[in-house]
């Protein structure tokens, strides 16, 4: 068989499969646009608030001191809209914008349903007379007078929230093994340390190593003068292996022990 009769014999089996290549091609290609329009489509549909609307709105939580009522009236405006719309974001920044509400995490439930998880402002203590302080140092304001009456009170130079509420804790969490409790923490504008506490007690740890004049307080106080707490006005601890004792006007303690 000659080169030419060769030649011949195999261009038709080559030009059918290109045939069929772009045949496949064409309804690949095809099949990726209908996709598309089907997904589109099928999101247009679904983003109109008449289909999928959010008809029932959930609340999981403590409340304590946010109102609950208050949080669903503050966040409704925002659920206005389909199951796949509706913008979550702006839940839960209207949730969290309300004094005690510290967050709102905002979770779909198929297929009409919204369900908020709301974490609550925990107080630790008052600051100063502008509101309250949480465990982050985080200042927020609240009209709720009997949460305001039972706490301890911070005071600070301006931006010391965050060590005033942290160094108050650890504090409080040491004076309970004593029954003891703050009523006032104060750092003056010297980062000074100086706490009142409830009996009355004026305790005076300066700037240097206030932590260990506040330890050293505490060992005293067990070992001493706990006895002799209603006699006491104040004890000043800045001296170097020692402290000085303020009695109450009018007390004259028999105290004869060495501290």
């Known amino acids: 068989?000659?080169?030419?009769?060769?030649?011949?014999?195999t261009l038709k089996p080559q030009r059918h499969v290109e045939r069929a290549r772009g045949w496949h091609n064409l309804?690949?290609?095809?099949?990726i646009i209908l996709s598309l329009m089907v997904l589109i489509g099928g999101s247009w549909i679904f983003s109109q608030s008449n289909i999928l609307p959010i008809l029932h709105v959930t609340v999981e939580g403590s409340f304590d001191h946010a109102n609950k009522r208050i949080l669903v009236e503050a966040v409704k405006p925002h659920t206005r809209g389909s199951f796949l719309s509706i913008d979550v974001a702006h839940i839960s920044n209207a949730g969290e914008s309300l004094p005690w509400i510290r967050s709102v995490q905002v979770r779909r439930v198929w297929p009409d349903s919204l369900h908020l998880i709301v974490e609550e402002k925990v107080p630790?203590?008052?600051?100063?007379?502008?509101?309250?302080?949480n465990k982050d140092g985080e200042i927020f304001t609240s009209s709720n007078k009997k949460a305001l009456s039972t706490l301890s009170t911070l005071d600070g130079p301006e931006a010391s929230e965050v060590i005033m509420a942290?160094?108050?804790?650890a504090m409080e969490q040491a004076l309970q093994k004593h029954s003891l409790k703050i009523k006032t923490l104060v750092m003056d504008d010297r980062r000074a340390w100086s706490m009142t506490l409830t009996n009355g007690i004026l305790i005076v740890l300066g700037r240097a190593e206030s932590e260990e004049r506040f330890n050293r307080f505490l060992r005293v106080y067990e070992n001493e003068l706990k006895h002799y707490q209603s006699q006491i006005a104040e004890m000043d601890m800045r001296y170097p292996n020692g402290l000085s004792v303020i009695w109450r006007p009018g007390q004259i303690p028999d105290f004869n022990g060495n501290v």
């Not at 068989?1 to 014999?9: D, H, I, L, P, V």
């Open 1 to 9: 068989m000659s080169k030419s009769m060769k030649r011949g014999a």
């Open 124 to 133: 630790v203590a008052r600051w100063k007379n502008k509101g309250l302080v």
């Open 27 to 31: 309804a690949y290609k095809s099949l």
């Open 166 to 169: 942290s160094r108050y804790m």
